[in-house]
């Protein structure tokens, strides 16, 4: 359901709660109701702290939790769209949706207006039949996401009864007290109660780009979105800072789900989409002209317009693969199974399929290349000598920040003793890093002391606002040859493989009381901070299966350009072609097309650019997947083909991708590349099997139908025909995949498909004229013996396709899936014995057939069967 659609449902069941307020109204409504009616007309986020919490019923130390149950019930969940929940006869209403099955409707329409009641019948139980197999696909497919997508759902801190505790994001309640911290997606509207450094990225609401500072506090009254400065949004999320927050409104009922619509981020066309649009396109021309030539030619040979309108319109329905939904949702679920065992939960269904076209991986090294567990290895003054005063500095910072906490901040924490007492010091204000400054200040005081920043960043930024250098006890100025020769060292540490942070100071003679990112200037540097973070484990091999499959690997990281080249070095990437960020600043969009794909390292990157990398990649015509689980990556997971995060990624980047890893492994990502491999093989086999099959028996009916004197097949046959033959198409989920089809990146191939079609089709329409010819002028068959008969050698020789195209190798060495071979078996042995049933032949006129006429059709059979293979053979070998 849309979000215009959820907003529209009916408002669920008022409840009273204190002083019969409606809490199910939004709040400006509910405060008419309060018993304080002096602030009936005040929106929330120009209220008192006390008043609200009066308003919403609620207090510091949160609801109870039978109260959020109770609310819970009457609100409903806290989705900006309609729960998901598996809706049997919505799912079963889309089958009837499908514009086949409405051309059949119509059909069937026809023929009871016209007195066909018997025809009308028969229709309409085969579409029936052919919506329920479908429904019944698509339905378990269904029931089986949504129990995978459980798993990683959004979760939250609440206090409920004075106790912190983690909850699904959908059960906050307005009245709920939400803890936040860096990293959280903010689950309602709500007010800050109070804050530390709190700064909320509102891009997905305002457009804002870049983070905007919030604080307790009150705003007018008609304050606008974006000025709203005490107040957080659903879907913005937490840069830096914490937060303690009371939720107002909830689900349909936020801004979010109030202007969704105009400013929703759409989800870019992925490659599988675009293959899916493209195929529909091919399908809907070449319907339309058999459809129309077929009905125009049968009426200028004056056949009766109802049996001429009704063949047309069975011929286009047996043209088209119409349970490719069903096949598709059906291979995607079994393939979300597959690769939730493997360790990959799968987010949205098309991800399987891009998965399984990814040609090209972008990551970060950190935790993906790298062991991810970082080591402070030794602290340093500017000449590189060991520093207890650089350690005691870093410890400061560390300790004290409260902003976003990182794996450096954990490796200063964990480094050991530092041998001065940390509450001497006292933090007075600090300035939190952001990711176009990479520093972060903190301001401490200590008894005799002068105040002092303590900022922490990295090596460029902070050299940028330094201007002097302690060596030893002095300070001296940091002019063009202290530059160099700290950028000797910095570039000697990076060509070891080691991360550099800088450390510097400033004393302020007075305390100014608050400080900004104008303070910080005039630093002295006091040294560096040396880190480790070895390759992982395994990362070579893990690589090579990468390559091994066809995917490129592309470094996009913000370290610097020597480090990151270190690396790469080490775990055999290639490294000739590298692109910093400062170069990448400075290019158009068309100059980053051109080198983008030619580019080896992105280095020194801004969180800001690497959205542009991706979409420059997609445009050169990669299939491009971004593995992230930092703040700053989800622009680049939303855009690529493959958002790839993990299960410990902060919650913005976990929502941005298309699929979690439940280990932060390539090996991981390898077996789930394999597993959409093979789901994208069987979701092409059964499209590429039911085209070539359908087109050519289609295009032999249309012709045969120009020159018999009655039509082939009646449409009721037709219809039959097709419905068998899709029973075990659906069994294609589950047949095995050839080892070469899962080497390579499959891609959706419009081209292919026509030249797959237009190669085998005329094969099967060969032996059809072949059959004609045989019931014709050999065995001198009657009207109703030649419709029984083809029916019968058309079902077949659909069923031989499917179990000689589904493969590159020869049939019998590549056994088919078990169901998938016993499903045709019977529908084989249904197709040789249903004319002999009386009641179903008299349903859909067939004729007992004499055996030897049943042999000859066999013999036919089979002889098919070995040209096809032979045909097979060839084709494969040109392509």
Not at 35 to 64: F, I, M, N, V
Not at 438 to 459: F, P
Not at 838 to 864: E, H, K, N, W
Request: hydrophobic share 45%; charged share 20%.
């Amino acid at each position: 359901m849309s979000v215009n659609e959820a907003m529209g449902m009916d408002r669920l069941t008022s409840v009273t709660l204190k002083g019969s307020i409606d809490m199910n109204a939004p709040l400006k409504d509910r405060a008419s109701a309060s018993q304080d009616t002096t602030t009936s007309t005040s929106p929330y986020w120009s209220k008192a702290e006390d008043l609200l919490l009066h308003d919403l019923g609620s207090q510091a130390r949160g609801l109870s939790p039978e109260e959020a149950a109770s609310r819970l019930r009457n609100y409903g969940p806290n989705t900006v769209v309609a729960t998901t929940h598996t809706n049997a006869l919505h799912i079963l209403a889309r089958q009837f949706l499908n514009p086949l099955v409405l051309i059949l409707i119509f059909a069937a329409t026809v023929s009871s207006l016209v007195g066909e009641m018997h025809d009308a019948i028969i229709i309409s139980l085969i579409v029936l039949a052919s919506c329920l197999l479908g429904f019944s696909q698509e339905y378990g497919a269904t029931k089986a996401l949504e129990a995978l997508k459980k798993s990683i759902s959004l979760s939250a801190t609440v206090v409920r009864g004075g106790i912190e505790s983690l909850v699904p994001a959908n059960t906050i309640v307005p009245g709920d007290i939400i803890k936040l911290a860096a990293g959280s997606l903010v689950p309602a509207d709500g007010v800050i109660l109070s804050s530390r450094d709190l700064n909320v990225s509102e891009a997905t609401l305002t457009g804002e780009t870049f983070p905007v500072g919030k604080l307790a506090g009150v705003c007018p009254p008609d304050a606008p979105i974006a000025a709203r400065s005490n107040c957080v949004f659903t879907g913005t999320s937490v840069r830096s800072g914490t937060a303690t927050v009371v939720a107002v409104e909830t689900g349909g009922r936020t801004e979010y789900a109030t202007i969704a619509g105009a400013i929703a981020k759409q989800i870019p066309e992925t490659d599988f989409s675009r293959g899916i649009r493209r195929f529909g396109y091919l399908m809907t021309r070449i319907m339309l002209v058999i459809v129309i030539t077929v009905f125009v030619a049968n009426l200028l040979l004056h056949r009766p317009l109802i049996d001429s309108l009704l063949f047309s319109l069975a011929l286009a329905v047996g043209l088209t693969p119409e349970l490719l939904p069903a096949i598709i949702s059906m291979t995607l679920a079994r393939g979300a199974r597959a690769m939730a065992a493997g360790g990959v939960i799968i987010r949205r269904l098309d991800a399987i399929e891009n998965l399984g076209s990814m040609n090209l991986l972008c990551t970060d090294k950190t935790g993906t290349l790298t062991e991810g567990i970082i080591k402070l290895d030794d602290c340093v003054d500017p000449g590189g000598k060991r520093s207890q005063q650089v350690h005691l500095l870093a410890v400061l910072n560390a300790s004290l920040q409260a902003g976003l906490k990182n794996p450096l901040d954990d490796a200063i924490l964990a480094s050991g003793e530092i041998g001065a007492d940390l509450k001497a010091f006292v933090k007075k204000d600090e300035i939190p890093y952001d990711f176009m400054r990479k520093r972060l200040s903190v301001i401490v005081n200590s008894a005799g002391q002068d105040t002092m920043m303590v900022c922490k960043g990295a090596v460029a930024n902070i050299l940028s606002v330094c201007t002097s250098v302690r060596t030893g006890d002095a300070v001296e100025p940091l002019d063009d040859r202290s530059r160099a020769a700290v950028d000797a060292l910095y570039r000697k540490w990076g060509e070891d493989g080691i991360r550099v942070i800088a450390i510097a100071t400033r004393r302020f003679a007075q305390d100014k009381g608050s400080y900004d990112v104008g303070d910080e200037r005039e630093l002295c540097l006091e040294g560096f901070l040396l880190f480790l973070d070895p390759p992982k484990a395994g990362i070579k091999d893990a690589l090579a299966g990468l390559k091994h499959r066809g995917i490129g690997i592309k470094i996009i990281s913000g370290d610097n350009r020597y480090i990151v080249k270190h690396l790469a070095d080490t775990i055999g990437l290639r490294t000739k072609h590298v692109l910093t960020g400062g170069e990448l600043a400075s290019m158009s969009s068309d100059a980053l097309f051109a080198r983008a794909p030619k580019t080896d390292l992105f280095v020194e990157i801004d969180p800001n650019q690497k959205e542009r990398i991706i979409k420059a990649l997609r445009r050169s015509g990669h299939v491009v997947g971004y593995m992230g689980d930092g703040i700053n990556d989800a622009p680049a997971l939303h855009d690529a083909d493959v958002g790839i995060s993990v299960d410990g990624a902060v919650d913005v980047a976990r929502e941005a991708a298309d699929l979690v890893l439940l280990q932060q492994d390539l090996n991981v990502l390898i077996r789930g590349v394999d597993d959409g491999r093979r789901t994208f093989a069987n979701t092409m086999k059964y499209i590429s099997i039911a085209t070539s099959a359908n087109f050519g028996n289609m295009i032999s009916m249309a012709i045969a139908s120009l020159f018999l004197p009655f039509l082939p097949l009646l449409a009721k046959q037709i219809l039959l025909n097709n419905l068998l033959a899709d029973i075990p198409s659906m069994a294609i989920a589950t047949d095995r995949v050839d080892r070469q089809q899962v080497q390579r990146p499959r891609r959706w191939d419009i081209r292919g498909i026509q030249r797959f079609m237009i190669f085998f089709g005329p094969v099967s329409s060969l032996f059809d004229f072949v059959t004609f010819g045989f019931l014709l002028f050999v065995v001198h068959v009657t009207t109703s013996q030649f419709r029984t008969a083809w029916f019968v050698e058309s079902l077949i020789t659909q069923l031989v396709t499917m179990l000689i195209v589904r493969t590159t190798m020869a049939a019998w060495k590549d056994r088919p899936g078990p169901l998938l071979l016993w499903s045709t078996a019977l529908i084989t042995l249904i197709a040789l014995v249903l004319p002999y049933f009386s009641l179903v032949a008299s349903i859909f006129d067939f004729t007992p057939l004499p055996i030897p006429l049943m042999g000859g059709l066999i013999a036919i059979s089979v002889i098919y069967a070995a040209t096809l293979e032979l045909v097979k053979r060839i084709y494969f070998r040109r392509g």
